[in-house]
């Protein structure tokens, strides 16, 4: 996610290529959002091409009118932006990284449940994985703004691979595990913040939403791929081995970053600039809450909090169908197949401003098919339609993409953060409650009215997104850099 400003405000968006990486005084106020950027970048694209070079293609874009920069052509953006040396890294590190994580949470429940033989005790280590990232959010992200980013992302992942190596230690007691599994969570805080801020300086406009949309991508194969791996490593070597290895996965891309990415200044890169943690921030929140536009797309992320709810009553509802655990893992799995394909084809079919305006419709329809639990489903059905759901849901790969892309440099950091703090919460919030509700009031009735809601929210954000669609489509064709 991105972050924030007021109305009618204009903030730089760097340009990509310049020699220290970081805006520079000539377009601190030049930007992305509402500002009219057409000056060149100061040298070419980060992906070893000759400065001023455009993309090679066999189509070549549309001639620019005399004195004007050629406009990026947007079929192309997968393609130019896997040939950038600098998101290459930064794309190996975050699969490593997040792979790590998913063999993380299946080795250390395995490690708790056989040192409990605890059902309870395994699931509550699963939710301190989620619990750091709800209260590190707004607390840890403005460190992304603080320091220099590259440094963030490599010290964050250094600390991980040491507290995640510390868990596997044979003998220590239950506390001190899951007190290290706390530990070992919060450093994502920070790591996710920089890597989306830096991200924006290496790729921008409809580059930076391809971008997003490959790193998004990478996150539902990590998923799987680390769910698959941690239960196959934790067998084959035992619990304990399995998360002491796991802390290489981390050293490992911090290594990666630490080569494949260039370092660049702190956004506040002079100790007199430089904000308290505490400033920066009250003043994004203040800035993300206040802005029509920030508060809308990051509004739209929430919704997730409605339409992901059979995922996280997907037992019951797999019970229920006369399934077991293979059923509930297709149930969780409908979406996340559906934002697969659903993610590519917005963002590699699509032109921008249609996928733009079609954010608010997408929206909708993304809880719509939960309201068709009002009448008994068998599984394939379920599933189907929680891949469709998921499908429109891939919506979000466009809204996060915008919400980075119209904040200024140097709050970048602290707005991912609190949107994704936010987004941790209304989802944890939601699956707490109906999971409570289904045993009064039963599966369906919990699911129809999550669609209900879900829809309704939807379509009151999408009253004010339709007016504010094109302002927002600008701003991120003004973040492009040239041939960039």
């Known amino acids: 996610m991105g972050n924030p400003?007021?109305?009618?405000?204009?903030?730089?968006?760097?340009?990509?290529?310049?020699?220290?990486?970081?805006?520079?005084?000539?377009?601190?106020?030049?930007?992305?959002?509402?500002?009219?950027?057409t000056g060149p970048s100061a040298a070419g694209p980060d992906d070893g091409s000759a400065p001023g070079a455009p993309p090679t293609s066999s189509d070549p874009p549309s001639p620019a009118p005399p004195g004007h920069p050629p406009e990026p052509d947007w079929r192309r953006s997968y393609g130019e932006v896997m040939r950038i040396r600098e998101f290459q890294a930064l794309w190996l590190s975050h699969a490593l990284s997040m792979t790590g994580n998913f063999v993380l949470s299946i080795a250390v429940t395995a490690l708790?449940?056989?040192q409990t033989s605890s059902a309870l005790a395994s699931g509550f280590t699963m939710a301190l994985t989620f619990i750091p990232q709800i209260?590190?959010?707004?607390?840890?992200?403005?460190?992304?703004?603080?320091?220099?980013?590259?440094?963030?992302?490599?010290?964050?992942?250094?600390?991980?691979a040491v507290l995640v190596a510390s868990i596997g230690i044979p003998g220590l007691p239950l506390w001190a595990v899951w007190v290290l599994v706390f530990a070992s969570i919060l450093p994502l805080v920070p790591f996710s913040a920089a890597?989306?801020?830096?991200?924006?300086?290496?790729?921008?406009?409809?580059?930076?939403?391809?971008?997003?949309?490959?790193?998004?991508?990478?996150?539902?194969?990590?998923?799987?791929?680390?769910?698959?791996?941690?239960?196959?490593?934790?067998?084959?070597?035992g619990s304990h081995l399995a998360v002491m290895f796991n802390g290489l996965t981390f050293l490992l891309a911090a290594a990666i970053i630490a080569v494949g990415i260039r370092a660049r200044p702190a956004p506040h890169h002079t100790e007199a600039a430089r904000p308290s943690l505490w400033t920066i921030t009250r003043d994004g929140t203040r800035l993300v809450f206040n802005d029509r536009r920030l508060r809308t797309?990051?509004?739209?992320a929430w919704l997730a909090g409605f339409y992901m709810i059979p995922s996280g009553i997907a037992n019951p509802m797999a019970a229920e169908s006369g399934g077991g655990a293979a059923a509930a893992g297709l149930i969780m799995a409908g979406p996340a197949m559906g934002a697969i394909v659903g993610?590519?084809?917005?963002?590699?079919?699509?032109?921008?401003?249609?996928?733009m305006r079609l954010i608010g419709p997408l929206a909708v329809f993304s809880s719509v098919p939960l309201l068709l639990w009002v009448v008994e489903l068998p599984l394939w059905l379920m599933v189907a339609l929680l891949a469709v759901g998921g499908a429109a849901a891939s919506y979000q790969f466009v809204a996060n993409a915008a919400f980075v892309l119209c904040v200024p440099p140097e709050g970048r950091g602290l707005a991912f953060g609190l949107v994704a703090a936010g987004l941790q919460a209304v989802q944890g919030i939601g699956i707490g409650v109906s999971s409570l509700l289904t045993e009064v009031v039963g599966i369906q009735a919990v699911v129809?009215?999550?669609?209900?809601?879900?829809?309704?929210?939807?379509?009151?954000?999408?009253?004010?997104?339709l007016r504010i669609a094109p302002e927002v489509a600008s701003s991120v064709r003004g973040s492009e850099s040239p041939a960039a």
Request: charged share 15%; aromatic share 4%.
């Open 297 to 300: 797309l990051g509004l739209f």
């Open 5 to 37: 400003r007021t109305d009618n405000q204009t903030f730089g968006i760097p340009r990509q290529g310049s020699e220290t990486g970081a805006p520079g005084p000539q377009n601190a106020s030049a930007g992305a959002c509402g500002s009219d950027d």
């Open 195 to 237: 890597r989306a801020a830096l991200m924006a300086e290496i790729v921008q406009g409809d580059r930076y939403i391809a971008g997003s949309a490959i790193i998004n991508l990478t996150s539902q194969a990590g998923t799987l791929v680390g769910l698959i791996v941690g239960g196959v490593v934790a067998s084959a070597i």
């Open 135 to 160: 209260i590190g959010g707004p607390l840890l992200s403005g460190l992304a703004d603080l320091f220099p980013r590259r440094r963030v992302i490599i010290v964050s992942e250094i600390t991980r």
């Open 112 to 114: 708790v449940y056989q």
């Open 448 to 465: 129809v009215a999550a669609g209900l809601l879900g829809v309704v929210c939807a379509v009151v954000l999408t009253a004010s997104w």
């Open 343 to 355: 993610g590519l084809v917005l963002t590699r079919m699509v032109n921008p401003d249609t996928r």
